[in-house]
Every structure is written in structure tokens, then in C-alpha cells.
């Protein structure tokens, strides 16, 4: 059997469902090592050879999904994963909204092997696509988007999703300052970098320094929806400059687009809730049977939907 769409969707929701009753207590490792050890075993069963792309940590932090793990049946390695058994393990210890299961699968070297550091990230629709460079300075960034959105007798003011950081204060700023409006999120990178394509007559832009591997899963969803990714590396120290050059990524100032962020045009991104988030809804208790809400995106169809699913609870 090859890997359906729906046998990765059975994966992140097990792994959601595994981390689901740990919810609220206050305590991040228990919910990612249950999430972890649920995906490990659930991939493991699939006849496919994979290989963890982006994963948590390096070889010797098990019982993360490390970088370079092999799983499936297969000793020949066809696919490459990037995971996040639980994207917001700190909100779901806490009881908060934005704890997300996510995979996202793709050909054999399709990802990028981004370093575990901040990256500076941006997202756009088709309508705003080819207008700036990550390089411009930020105000420039926003004069293009609000010019194109004239043109487009788009009288909406300027919207930007951001993430409610101390080090984006001069960016919020600088929205405030145009009249733009600002939408913060405080946990979960990935779903709301795909609010410019989802919501895309509400939100025109994600901007945002966050870390580099959820970055590459969200280049994962943004191509197979069709929109505009643009990332840069933001190493912090001499230690990480360090890291990326012995990676081989000499040049910092790189800009990474959505094609090399993620080269393969097959690629499935899943995504279960454990909390509620805005797009996809939390899982509940209903009956004698629990509800898991899933978003699946696929390049071959460049579109996404969103997948209830009834769960015996045994």
C-alpha cells in the first residue's frame, strides 16, 4: 500500500488525540512525547521509506522525531517529512488556543534543510506576488502592497499578520503609523502565515521572525495554495553564523522563495487541531466519541480542505 493523503491525516490526528489529555497541564514535554511517540509508531507502519526533514531536534535528543530519522517499512528512502507532533506545545500545556498536529510530505530531498533559528518570513497572495523583496526596507514593503491595493480598487485598510513579539515592536509600529491594521498572534507560525491566502480579502500580509523550521513546513502549504513565501535566516550569534556555514549555506543574506524552500511540486501538508485555532476547529468530546477537525493542503489540487472525523473512544 502506498501512503494516501488519508493515511497521513490518521497519523496527525492520532498524534493530536495522544497529546489531546494533556491539555492544560502546564507541562509542554508531556504533550510533545506524547504527540512524538504516537507519529513515530503510526509512520512506522506505513510500507514507504521516510525521512525526517525538519524535525524536532538532532540524533541525540530522542525521543524527538530527530533530523536524518529513517521510518516506514522500507529501508529505501522515497519521501522526505517534515513534523511537528504538536506546533504550540506551550499554549496546549497552558490550556490556550493554537496547538496544531502538523505533516507535511514530500519527495525524496524536496525540502530545504533549514537550521534550528529564527527566520525572517514573509507571505502573500498571487495578487501581491513579485512586488517586494524581503531585502527592502519594511516601510517600502508596505507602500508596494497598499499601491497594488489601490490599483486593485481594494479599499480595505492594509492588514498584516504579525506575532505578538517584542523584537516586531518597530514593525507594528510602522503598520500603526500608515493606519494599517495589525492582526497579533501569540503561538502557532504556521497556520497563521496561511491566513493571507486562506482569508486572503482580510489579511494581506504575514510578516514575521520565527523559527526556520516551521518555516520550511509552512513553504510546504503556501506552494501547494499558490501563494508567495520569502525567507531569510536571522542567526542570532557568532554559534549560529557558525551553524549555517557548516550546514554549506555560506551566503546569510540568501532570500529562500517558496520553490526553494520546498523544491518537489508533490507535496501534502496536514494539519489536526488540538486547540481551537481560527481556521480549524479544537478537537471535542461528543457523545461517546471524540471529534478531531483536520486542514489538508495538496499541491495537485492547489487547494485545501477541512476534514471532520468521528473517533470511537475506546
Known amino acids: 500500500m502506498s501512503h494516501s493523503m488519508l493515511d497521513i491525516v ?10 489531546y489529555s494533556h491539555v492544560g497541564m502546564m507541562d509542554k514535554e ?12 503510526e509512520l512506522n507502519k506505513l510500507n514507504h521509506g521516510y525521512r525526517v526533514a525538519i524535525g524536532e531536534g538532532e540524533m541525540d535528543e530522542a525521543p524527538m522525531l530527530y533530523i536524518g530519522e529513517k521510518l516506514g517499512q522500507s529501508s529505501i528512502i522515497e519521501f522526505d517529512i517534515a513534523v511537528d507532533p504538536i506546533d504550540g506545545t506551550t499554549p496546549a500545556s497552558k490550556g490556550q488556543d493554537n496547538a496544531l ?6 519527495e525524496k530531498d524536496g525540502f530545504l534543510h533549514a537550521p534550528d533559528m529564527y527566520m525572517k518570513k514573509s507571505v502573500v497572495s498571487p495578487k501581491f506576488s513579485g512586488l517586494f523583496s524581503l531585502n527592502d526596507d519594511f516601510d517600502s514593503i ?30 507594528i509600529e510602522n503598520i500603526q503609523r500608515r493606519g494599517g491594521k495589525v492582526i497579533l498572534f501569540n503561538d502557532g507560525d504556521i497556520l497563521n502565515g496561511l491566513k493571507p491566502l486562506i482569508e486572503s480579502d482580510e489579511v494581506d500580509l504575514f510578516f514575521n521572525i520565527g523559527g526556520a523550521p516551521e518555516g520550511v513546513v509552512l513553504g510546504a502549504a503556501v506552494k501547494c495554495l499558490g501563494g508567495e513565501m520569502q525567507a531569510q535566516l536571522y542567526p542570532q550569534n557568532e554559534r549560529e553564523r557558525k ?3 557548516n550546514m554549506g549555506i555560506a551566503d546569510l543574506k540568501k532570500i529562500y522563495f517558496t520553490e526553494d524552500l520546498v523544491k518537489s511540486e508533490k507535496i501534502i ?28 493542503v495538496d499541491s495537485q489540487n492547489k487547494s485545501f480542505r477541512l476534514i471532520e472525523n468521528y473517533h470511537a473512544i475506546i
Do not use: W
Not at 490518521?10 to 497529546?19: F, M, P, R, V, W
Not at 510533545?32 to 507519529?39: E, I, Q
Not at 498536529?101 to 514530500?106: D, L
Open 10 to 19: 490518521d497519523i496527525t490526528e492520532k498524534a493530536a488525540l495522544a497529546s
Open 30 to 41: 508531556l504533550i510533545d512525547a506524547a504527540a512524538t511517540n504516537v507519529m513515530r509508531e
Open 101 to 106: 498536529s502538523v505533516i507535511a510530505v514530500t
Open 142 to 171: 508596505l507602500s508596494k502592497i497598499s499601491e497594488r491595493k489601490i490599483k486593485l480598487n481594494d479599499t480595505s485598510p492594509l492588514t498584516v499578520v504579525i506575532q505578538d513579539r517584542k523584537r516586531h515592536e518597530e514593525y
Open 243 to 245: 551553524r549555517c556555514l
Open 269 to 296: 501538508f496536514v494539519g489536526t487541531a488540538v486547540t481551537k485555532t481560527e481556521i480549524i476547529q479544537q478537537i471535542k468530546k461528543v457523545r461517546n466519541r471524540y471529534v478531531t477537525h483536520s486542514i489538508i
